[in-house]
Each structure stands twice: as structure tokens, then as C-alpha cells.
């Protein structure tokens, strides 16, 4: 079973877009986690264009207090760094940031960029706070993560969502699961996340059975808005136990 973990920076987008707290990442929150999310999600990026350094505040406390997890990802830059070992969520995710990019479109590329992000790890680590590295599903490669002393990886599935349906769909599904062997027989937990949604979701629950958590932000934002919030979790929620649900067809 997968479990969910909201990412809720397209609702602080929203909010952003007219300088007001409408929507509110804190309200959806609360409505996540009410209608069943495990956890939240915030990417906190330097350029603040969608969570603040105030939402991160506000909902990893709201969390502790409903004592689900709150994961926090971003780029090891030392602002981030800072705020997860004061604040210290129950995970941070390492991710890449490339200047410019619309959103994460790579893992890291380890060993060569081990050096950026041991000293994070082993400094998070030594707060207790779980360590996740954002990875390409790359079978040969994962276990790295497992070398600079991390928790987990959350493998990149957006060439895995671009595939689905298509004839390489068990190509790229093939790989995630390759990968997630490798990186559980490492002794890593496994996370995935991008691009993941409710037609997707299931077969990936199914197959992928070392997946314990996904973290999902662009797609489940939008299907909220046809089938409310509170819905579009428990959807989600069912497709992480890799039941087929109904999805949202805008087409
Ligand atoms: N995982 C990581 C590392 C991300 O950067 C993002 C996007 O913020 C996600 C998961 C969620 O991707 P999506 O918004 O496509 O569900």
C-alpha cells in the first residue's frame, strides 16, 4: 500500500497569484488530513513561488499536532538546511534544483554529486529526522543513496507516468520496479512521486509493492477541482491500496 502525502504548493500558487491568504494551504491542509492523507508535502523552493517560509512553519506544526507526517524537499541550500534541523520534520527530501526549471525533472546523479548532500544527511540524520533522495529510476544507481547514509530515496516517476498507456508503459514501469528492488535489497526505503494521478496510481501500488509512500501535488490539486478536496484524497487514498477509482477525464 502507498501511502499519501498531499503536496500542497499549487494551492499556495493559487494563493500567491493574487497576494492574499485565498486559498489557504493551511485550510487544505486540515481538510487532507481529515479526509485521510498520511502526510503533507512542501516543496520549499529559494525563489518562494508557491509555500513560504511560514507555511512550512504552519503546517508541519498542524501536523505534529494531528500526528501525521510532514515531509519537507527541497535543494540543500543552507536556508532549507537551517529550517529542517530547527523545525525538524519527520522527513526531508533532497531534490536537485536546476535555475530556471518548471518543476523537478532529474534525481541526483550519485556518487558524483555525493559530496553536496552527505553532510545534509548526516546533519538531519543526527536531528532525527528521516532523510529521503530524490533518484531516477536507475537500478544500478540507487543503492548510492544507501552509501552517503540516507533513509530512503523517492524515485522520479514522471517518465513512468508519461509511459503509461502506452507501449512503454511495462518498459518504464519495469524500471521503477527494478529500482525499488535494488534500493529495499540496499536497505532503502522507498518513496515515489511526479506526475503520479488516479489512472496511474493503482498499477503502480500493485506492482511496486516496496513503494510505501507517494507524495502527489499538480495532478490531485486539479482533480479537486472537479470532485472537492476532501474526495479527491480518498480517491487517492483507494488507489494507493491499488484499487481502481474513477479519475477526473478533462478530455
Ligand atoms: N516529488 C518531488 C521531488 C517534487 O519536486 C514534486 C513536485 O513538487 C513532486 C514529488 C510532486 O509532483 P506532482 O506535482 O507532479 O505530483
Redesign the pocket.
Known amino acids: 500500500m502507498i501511502q499519501l502525502s498531499v ?1 500542497l ?2 494551492v499556495a500558487l493559487l494563493r500567491n497569484s493574487r497576494g492574499s491568504d485565498n486559498p489557504g494551504p493551511l485550510q487544505a491542509a486540515v481538510t487532507c488530513i481529515e479526509a485521510g492523507a498520511a502526510g503533507i ?1 512542501l ?1 520549499w523552493r529559494e525563489d518562494r513561488r508557491h509555500a513560504r517560509e511560514d507555511d512550512v512553519r504552519q503546517l508541519l506544526a498542524l501536523c505534529k499536532q494531528r500526528g501525521v507526517e510532514f515531509n519537507l ?1 527541497g535543494d540543500p541550500r543552507p536556508e532549507l538546511v537551517a529550517l529542517a534541523l530547527a523545525l525538524r520534520p519527520t522527513q526531508l ?1 533532497l ?1 536537485p534544483v536546476t535555475p530556471g526549471e518548471v ?2 525533472d532529474h534525481g541526483y546523479d550519485l556518487p558524483r554529486q555525493g559530496p553536496e548532500i552527505a553532510p545534509v544527511i548526516s546533519a538531519a540524520r543526527a536531528a532525527g529526522i528521516r532523510v529521503a533522495v ?1 533518484m531516477d529510476a536507475n537500478a544500478e544507481r540507487i543503492a548510492g543513496a544507501r552509501e552517503l547514509g540516507a533513509d530512503r530515496v ?1 524515485i ?3 517518465p513512468y ?1 508519461a509511459a503509461f498507456g502506452t507501449e512503454r508503459a511495462a518498459f518504464e514501469l519495469g524500471r521503477v520496479r527494478d529500482s525499488a528492488r535494488a534500493a529495499a535489497r540496499a536497505g532503502l526505503g522507498v ?7 488516479l489512472d496511474n496510481l493503482p498499477t503502480l501500488a500493485r506492482e511496486v509493492p516496496e513503494i510505501v509512500e ?8 486539479a482533480d479537486a477541482l472537479y470532485l472537492g478536496l476532501a474526495e479527491t484524497v480518498r480517491r487517492y487514498r483507494r488507489a494507493g491500496e491499488g484499487i481502481d477509482v474513477p479519475s477526473v477525464k478533462t478530455k
Not at 518513496?191 to 494521478?197: K, S
Open positions: 503536496n504548493n499549487k508535502t516543496h524537499e527530501t531534490v518543476t523537478s530524490f523517492e522520479y516517476t514522471e507516468a518513496n515515489a512521486g511526479h506526475d503520479l494521478n507517494a507524495s502527489i501535488g499538480h495532478a490531485l490539486i
